[in-house]
């Protein structure tokens, strides 16, 4: 696969926490599309980004699997792991704001721990992407045992995926242009 047809598969993935937001703005902002579109009901908006979710999960585990099969190179899911990741870090940031906020009050509570629920499948979603770049780089040589075992963890858990992206990434570099060394 190439790097351009992995991100028109990884699309969703990428803009889901944007849409949670979108949602959580949809929902407070008592707009004309929830109104009209949603029937000013929150559960079918919550329903519709529940379709979206198992959407964006059938491309993250396309992608997945292309990517062990195919023999993607490991430095570039690495790469295009860590760009989505970085990518998604506001969204992340103003989803958090928002939870907080809505904790204030024990009638928005609900809502904080539906926002949490999101979360974690949102971080699902790119961690596939990072467990194959990580599967890839092990399998290529460029990542030892422990280091993949400990950073295709660290994919799935908030905050450290995106160092750990960052520091595969950029270990994944050749030190010069002729050799690479290794990730330990």
Do not use: W
């Amino acid at each position: 696969m190439t790097p351009k047809s992995i991100y028109k598969h990884l699309f969703l993935v990428i803009i889901f926490p944007y849409l949670i937001l979108l949602s959580l703005v949809l929902i407070f902002t008592n707009s004309f599309i929830i109104k009209k579109l949603f029937n000013n009901n929150g559960l079918i908006l919550l329903l519709v980004l529940i379709v979206m979710y198992i959407a964006a999960l059938a491309s993250s585990i396309t992608v997945f699997i292309k990517c062990i099969v195919k023999k993607q190179n490991a430095q570039e899911l690495l790469r295009i792991n860590m760009k989505i990741k970085l990518i998604q870090i506001p969204a992340y940031v103003l989803i958090f704001l928002a939870g907080l906020l809505l904790l204030s009050t024990i009638f928005t509570m609900g809502i904080s721990v539906v926002l949490m629920v999101l979360d974690i499948m949102a971080v699902f979603l790119s961690g596939l992407i990072g467990l194959a770049g990580v599967i890839r780089g092990f399998l290529e040589k460029k990542i030892s045992k422990k280091a993949s075992v400990i950073h295709g963890f660290l994919q799935f858990i908030f905050c450290a995926d995106v160092i750990s992206s960052i520091i595969l990434y950029k270990k994944s570099l050749p030190d010069d242009l002729t050799a690479e060394a290794p990730i330990s």
